[in-house]
């Protein structure tokens, strides 16, 4: 079992920055940044591998990063311009294996953060 606690949501004007982070309790494979709004599937927002491979949603490209702290084992996602339509709840996920595209491929996840873009 991986337990996982995000921190960092909040609310923010269009155009600003944000820091999310995941703390884990056991070292992984592949970790992940989900979001989801009401009525929405959860949708992939960015992943980082072990070996630091990162990829991304097309609409975050060039505004969002992942990252991790190997020694904190401590997941981050740096949310720059953020735009109204980046509203969600974000999760935290993690697998034991190569990275997936899809949230029912990963079995661990956060409770959530919300975060809020105003215009």
């Known amino acids: 079992q991986v337990e996982l606690e995000e921190s960092g949501g909040g609310s923010v004007q269009a155009g600003g920055s944000l820091r999310l982070s995941c703390a884990a309790s056991?070292?992984?494979?592949?970790m992940a940044w989900f979001r989801q709004v009401p009525g929405k599937e959860r949708e992939r927002v960015a992943t980082?591998?072990?070996?630091?491979?990162?990829n991304y949603a097309d609409s975050v490209k060039g505004r969002f990063t992942i990252s991790h702290d190997n020694a904190k084992n401590t997941l981050y996602l740096q949310m720059n311009s953020l735009k109204p339509d980046d509203t969600a709840v974000y999760y935290c996920?993690?697998?034991?294996?190569?990275?997936?595209?899809?949230?029912?491929?990963?079995?661990?996840w956060g409770r959530g953060t919300q975060v809020t873009v105003s215009s």
């Open positions: 996920a993690t697998r034991f294996d190569n990275c997936a595209f899809e949230a029912q491929d990963y079995p661990f």
């Open positions: 056991t070292y992984t494979d592949c």
């Open positions: 980082i591998k072990n070996d630091g491979s990162t």
